[in-house]
């Protein structure tokens, strides 16, 4: 990447609060450094109640684009002057581009869902699914599947059900999808319907980095061979989840396959250039398994 003080660098960033160790700078640094483009990715920790002023701010600075995590997923709406279509119906935003002032809010989570589980297309389409977790990444996991693979029920586990409850609804209402069931976790009952499920989504944040040995099932008694096992925790690359998943002979996907996609499509959203992906998977797989 070129001197960041270069009078033609063009900034992108994150915005979240608190911004706790994030991989996404790393990720589109090296990104523009591979593609010799001039940009320069830098995280913002904005509170709730400087949202506002820090999405003003970023405007004034010109910023091409930025990430938007926890907790301003849903509260950046009412600054955005356009937002897309899976952003709405999924309800949060995480990537905005700035074009000439004009704010445009996307979700590229579930372009990332998609990309993680495309390779097993044939076998998810039309096949009952069970997600962990109701909140924003289910959200963006419950889209894709609907909108690509038409799962014959979406069962989801979480340890308040009216949260469930409430995504069930809203795609009920958005996407005229009715085959939403819910439950609590509850270990023996998880471990009933997981038996019956071809895919296991864990969208919640149990057993990332430092809390490793944490996992959303107690032992691998759900899992079945042959079954598509996805965690969305990036860090360890290897979780729990997915080592019980592979005790059964699980076939197992990594977050960080979602991870560098949907940087990937906000990298492309900015730009207009693609990512090289492999090289930055690489880059991220090296780092994490030192």
Known sequence: ???????????????GHPIKHTFSPMMHNVASQL???????????????EL????????????KGFNVTVPHKEAIFPFLDAVSEEAVVIGAVNCVVNNSGALQGYNTDAFGVQYALDPF????????????GAGGASRAAVYALIRHYRPSVIHIVNR?????EQIAHH????????????????????????????LIINTTSLGMTPLTTDSPVSSSEGFTRDQIVFDMVYNPVKTQFLRFAEEKDAVTIEGIKMLVAQGAKSFELW??????????????LKYLNP
């Open 1 to 15: 990447m070129k001197n960041a003080l270069h009078t033609h660098t063009e900034l992108l960033g994150l915005i």
């Open 35 to 49: 593609l010799d483009a001039d940009y320069l990715y830098l995280p913002f920790d904005i509170s709730p109640a």
């Open 52 to 63: 506002k002023e820090g999405i003003s701010g970023l405007k004034a600075l010109g910023f």
């Open 121 to 132: 297309r044939e076998e998810i389409t039309g096949s009952p699914v069970m997600i962990f």
């Open 160 to 164: 308040t059900v009216q949260r469930a």
């Open 171 to 198: 795609f009920k209402q958005q996407m005229h999808y009715e085959g939403i069931e819910t439950s609590e976790s509850a270990p023996f009952d998880t471990d009933a319907i997981m038996r019956g499920c071809k």
């Open 271 to 284: 730009t207009g250039k693609q990512m090289p992906v492999a090289e930055i998977y690489d880059t991220l």
